[in-house]
């Protein structure tokens, strides 16, 4: 099955730094993968996800990187602001049969005003 | 706005109890997903259902059973509680198989002991 490895396990930045957390797969055929944010006690939310077909993807201050041939993506947050603050998951999907997406273990953004 | 919502937000049982926990969704999506979150290891899947009485085992799926009766409920069982099912149990719904958005539920905080 796939696997997801995501560093760094914790990242603690000044505000307007820039962050950026990074994830690798294991299984070529992964076509999916999105980021999930999750604040302290709140559920986990979608902010950005991309497929494979696109190297590279912006909304405002983040993006998502991917490089196919490392089998890596990252995420990218510029000018982070406190309420940035919370775990950041990857995740990676393949496309086959009845496939789920199977999350990094987090890595816990600390933005200090 | 998609809601899944999850009946409890907190339990306490003992060891060898029967423990049911509830999610309902209400945008009327196939395929639904039960995650267990504990610090350090990220969300892991526990069981996975892609229609009405269909399911299919996830990652971790020893000590767990899953029912759907209904398209709109998923109920995630626990036959035997034991401490070390002590966790967050979080919910999910997603309209696509294997790509999308996963709504999440708030989550079910148990604790065995």
């Known amino acids: 099955g796939e696997n997801v490895e995501q560093h760094p396990s914790t990242l603690s930045v000044q505000e307007g730094d820039s962050a950026v957390i990074k994830c690798t797969y294991s299984?070529?055929?992964?076509?999916?993968f999105p980021w999930y944010k999750q604040e302290l006690g709140k559920r986990p939310q979608l902010i950005i996800d991309?497929?494979?077909?696109?190297g590279e993807k912006k909304d405002q201050r983040i993006a998502v990187t991917l490089n196919k041939t490392a089998k890596h993506f990252s995420l990218h947050i510029t000018e982070t602001q406190p309420e940035d603050s919370a775990v950041y998951f990857c995740?990676?999907?393949?496309?086959?049969?009845?496939?789920?997406?199977?999350f990094g273990k987090g890595t816990m953004l600390l933005v200090s005003p | 706005d998609v809601k899944v919502t999850q009946s409890s937000r907190y339990l306490v049982k003992r060891t060898g109890e029967k423990v049911f926990l509830e999610c309902v969704q209400d945008?009327?999506?196939?395929?639904m997903f039960w995650y267990r979150q504990d610090p350090g290891l990220g969300l892991r899947l526990i069981y996975f259902?892609?229609?009405?009485?269909?399911?299919e085992k996830g990652d971790i799926p020893e000590g767990y059973s899953v029912s759907r009766e209904k398209k709109e409920r998923f109920s995630l069982i626990l036959e035997s509680a034991s401490t070390n099912q002590t966790s967050m149990y979080l919910c999910?719904?997603?309209?696509?198989?294997?790509?999308?958005?996963?709504?999440f539920g708030e989550g079910s905080r148990l604790t065995v002991l």
């Open positions: 999910a719904s997603r309209e696509g198989l294997w790509a999308g958005e996963l709504f």
């Open positions: 299984d070529s055929a992964s076509n999916y």
């Open positions: 991309i497929r494979s077909n696109v």
């Open positions: 995740a990676a999907s393949p496309p086959t049969g009845y496939s789920t997406l199977t």
């Open positions: 945008m009327d999506h196939e395929n």
């Open positions: 259902s892609y229609d009405v009485k269909m399911k």
